[in-house]
Each structure stands twice: as C-alpha cells, then as structure tokens.
C-alpha cells in the first residue's frame, strides 16, 4: 500500500510539472507578440537573441555541475549530435517561430507547431524503417485535416502574409520534430539533465553569435530593448525557456512520454486562451472544429505511447 501511494504521488507531481512545462512553453507566443506590439522596430534575432542571452547563465550553470558530477565523458560522436541538435532544436527552430510571429495570431502559429508530434511519427518512419499504424495514421489525418480548416477559416485579408507565416512555423515544426527524434536516441546515454543544459549552450551560443554577425558594434543595444520588452525578455527566459526545459524532462521521466504527450495538448488550449484575453484574437467556429481535430490527432499518438 505505501509503494502505491509512493507512485501515485510521483504520478500526480509528474503531471503537474508536465501541465507547468506546457503551459510555459506555450506562453513564448504571447510574450513575443506582446513585444512586438510594443517595439515595432526589434527584429525576431533580437528578440531571440535577449530570450538566450538572460536563459545563458542558468545552463551554463547546470551544465558546470553536471561536468563536475563525475558523469561519464562524451565521445567525440556524442558531442557532435548535441552540437547538431542545440542548432536544430532551439536555434534554426526557434528563429524560423520567432520569424513566423511576425505575421501570425499566436492561436494560429501554436497550433501549426503543435503538429511536430506528427512529423515526429513520420521521421521515425523514415529512420527506423517502421510502419506507420493506422492509429498513427488516422492522427496524421486529423492533424493535418485541422490546419486546413484552420487555415482556410481564416479570413486571409486580414493576415497578407498567411503562407509566409505558415512556411517559416511549420518548418519550425519540422526542425524541433527532427530535434526530437534524434535526442531520442542519445538522452538515454548522457542523461536528460546534461543533455539538456548542453545543448541548450549550444543554441544560446549559436544565437548570440547570429545577433552579433548582423548587427554592427555602434548598434549591439537597439533602441526597440524598452523597460517592457526587457521585462518581456526576462519572462521569455525564465518562464517559457528554462523553466519549461527542465520540468519538461523530469516529468517524462516520471510519467513517461506518451502520458507528457497527452498533458501536452494543453499547451495550444493555454495558448489559445491567453490570446483570447491579452490579445483579443478570436477562432471562428470553423476553427475550433480545426483545434479540436488537431489536438485529438496528438492525443491519439500519446495514447498510443502509453499503450506501447
């Protein structure tokens, strides 16, 4: 009896650190969009570029630890794959979303990201040379059957630049799913906690050197860095990077990921509220229709995880 309410206390705080961590990450849309109604002139590096440089000190603090934790040393391999997955996961897939907030609603822009656990499905496919299920692939079919009654409810005047935005998510999408995929195979033999403070180094690095090769050094501090963006910038750091990096991984650790997949469909609903009411974006009903296929598509294949 105590072994089972021992595990079923880890399961609820696993849960709620799971729910925290989605919802955190979720957030990152309408903190930017905030920032950019509030300083027109601050480009997505920029803004990128302050989000890592406030989130840099807290991992490389804990990747310091975990180098002096006496854990076994990477091999030149090992330490290859993290350099490519700090690019791929949050670097080339946060600029291409930071981008792609620049012409859509945070609503819209969540729900085109949240489809990476399909592409995660169809990267192992290729990789792994495994058959897509029919589970599997009825949730592709209502994944993407929802973006498009998303998409095609949209009233396309008012967003002029809808594909470019759609483009630049969805290949953000598509960089995190591979990102995924790959540190998949290599946490397991680092750990999730060096992994992650690893290449979470990696990607700020990467992104303070991009701000740094674009912009000259009479201009390293724009004008568009207000009191609030600033503060804005804290919150992207804090609330919706670090936070969420670590909660994310110690909750699947307790729970497992198909359970934090299906935690996780809560993020775009967060999203969707929260645009709802800090920046008055509204869904047609169409596109509730759409949100609803989306987010039953991922809660199929986390069902599907827990299962196997």
């Known amino acids: 009896m105590p ?10 705080i696993g849960c709620l650190i799971t729910a925290l961590a989605a919802a955190g ?3 990152k849309s309408i903190f ?18 302050l989000r890592m440089l406030l989130a840099l000190p807290f991992f490389l603090l804990i990747g310091l630890r975990e180098f002096r934790s006496g854990s076994k040393g990477m091999t030149g391999r090992e330490a290859g794959v993290v350099l490519l997955l700090g690019f791929l996961g949050y670097y080339l897939a946060s600029l291409l979303d930071f981008l792609g907030l620049q012409y859509l609603p945070a609503g819209l822009e969540r729900l085109i990201l949240f489809l990476y656990p399909t592409f995660v499905i ?23 059957s929802g973006i498009l009654l998303v998409y095609g409810g949209l ?23 591979l990102y995924l995929s790959l540190a998949g195979r290599l946490i397991p033999r680092i750990g999730s906690g060096r992994f992650t403070a690893y290449s979470m180094t990696v990607a700020c690095g990467l992104v303070l050197g991009h701000y740094a090769a674009i912009h000259p050094w009479e201009a390293r501090i724009p004008d568009g860095i207000t009191p609030r963006v600033a503060l804005l910038g804290v919150a992207l750091a804090l609330i919706s990077t670090v936070m969420p990096a670590f909660l994310m991984n110690a909750g699947i650790q307790r729970i497992g990921s198909g359970t934090a997949a299906i935690i996780g469909s809560l993020g775009p609903v967060s999203t969707l509220l929260l645009a709802w ?22 809660w199929m ?3 599907e995880g827990k299962a196997a």
């Open 32 to 49: 930017i969009k905030l920032a950019y109604a509030d300083a027109s002139q601050v480009d997505a590096v920029t803004l990128l570029a």
């Open 155 to 177: 009233p396309q005047q008012e967003i002029p630049n809808l594909a470019t935005g759609t483009g630049l998510v969805l290949g953000s999408a598509l960089s995190f799913a």
């Open 301 to 303: 294949i986390g069902r």
């Open 25 to 27: 990450f979720s957030a």
């Open 3 to 12: 072994q089972t309410a021992d595990n079923a206390r880890r399961f609820l």
């Open 122 to 144: 169809l990267l192992n496919a290729l990789f792994d040379r495994r058959p897509i299920r029919r589970q599997q692939g009825l949730s592709l079919l209502l994944g993407y």
């Open 277 to 298: 009411w800090l920046l008055d974006e509204r869904l047609e009903p169409l596109q509730w229709l759409g949100t609803a296929a989306i987010l039953t598509g991922v």
